[in-house]
């Protein structure tokens, strides 16, 4: 009987204490999404932070997949499409706006295999400056346009390290709360 309450008090705990967000099995899935499809649209949209410094002119490139090992690497990502910048904002020398501006949200494209759960996602920022984005979040273009989200929210809120893969990966590892640096062989 011991034995048996130790054991449910353990189950209880654990249950408790991992937040309910992070189980794949709570990801938004999208209706429209079908898995006879080979490739899907996607945008991601990434917020960067208001903090001192917080924007680059570096290279990011971002890497997201899902629990069942679908991945899609964007190196670097380009053209960005400017959703907010605060009251005032210009735009800094006379070439086009290369995103991850100070308290801007810029949104990118990419395109790869279906998913229905996004669940693990890194940037990697190339060059001198430092970068700390807000948040980040995946979100897929279904039939006739309309953006779903098939993501989490990645709260960032740091400065991203350089030259390092540096994000969440909630699909295998439920004890990586706070972003970290991964290492993917060849990248």
Same mark, same amino acid.
């Given at each position: 009987?011991? #034995?048996?309450? /130790?054991?449910?008090?353990?189950?209880?705990?654990? !249950? !408790?204490?991992? @937040? %309910?967000?992070? *189980? !794949?099995?709570?990801? @938004?899935?999208? *209706?429209?999404?079908?898995? %006879?499809?080979?490739?899907?649209?996607?945008?991601?949209?990434?917020?960067?932070?208001?903090?001192? +410094?917080?924007?680059?002119?570096?290279?990011?490139?971002? #890497?997201? +997949? $899902? &629990?069942?090992?679908?991945?899609?690497?964007?190196? @670097?990502?380009?053209? @960005?499409?400017?959703?907010?910048?605060?009251?005032?904002?210009?735009?800094?020398? !006379? =070439?086009?706006?290369? =995103?991850?501006? #100070?308290?801007?949200? $810029?949104?990118?494209?990419?395109?790869?295999?279906?998913?229905?759960?996004?669940?693990?996602?890194?940037?990697?920022?190339?060059?001198?400056? $430092?970068? #700390?984005?807000?948040?980040?979040?995946?979100?897929?273009?279904? =039939?006739? =346009?309309?953006?779903?989200?098939?993501?989490?929210? /990645?709260?960032?809120?740091?400065?991203?390290?350089?030259?390092?893969?540096?994000? /969440?990966?909630?699909?295998? &590892?439920?004890?990586?709360?706070?972003?970290?640096?991964?290492?993917?062989? +060849?990248?």
């Amino acid at each position: 009987m011991k #034995r048996t309450s /130790f054991v449910l008090l353990v189950i209880s705990i654990l !249950t !408790t204490t991992i @937040p %309910s967000h992070v *189980a !794949t099995e709570n990801l @938004p899935i999208s *209706a429209n999404l079908q898995e %006879s499809q080979k490739n899907c649209s996607y945008s991601i949209e990434i917020e960067t932070t208001c903090a001192a +410094s917080a924007d680059t002119k570096g290279h990011v490139s971002v #890497r997201f +997949s $899902d &629990s069942s090992g679908n991945l899609i690497i964007v190196k @670097p990502l380009k053209n @960005p499409k400017l959703l907010y910048a605060p009251k005032g904002f210009r735009k800094h020398g !006379t =070439g086009s706006y290369g =995103g991850f501006g #100070r308290c801007s949200v $810029d949104m990118f494209e990419a395109s790869g295999p279906c998913m229905q759960g996004v669940c693990s996602l890194y940037f990697k920022k190339v060059g001198s400056d $430092d970068w #700390r984005p807000g948040w980040v979040k995946v979100l897929h273009k279904v =039939g006739d =346009g309309h953006l779903v989200p098939v993501s989490y929210v /990645f709260y960032f809120r740091i400065f991203v390290p350089g030259n390092v893969w540096y994000g /969440f990966d909630y699909c295998h &590892s439920k004890e990586r709360f706070m972003p970290h640096v991964a290492s993917f062989g +060849s990248d």
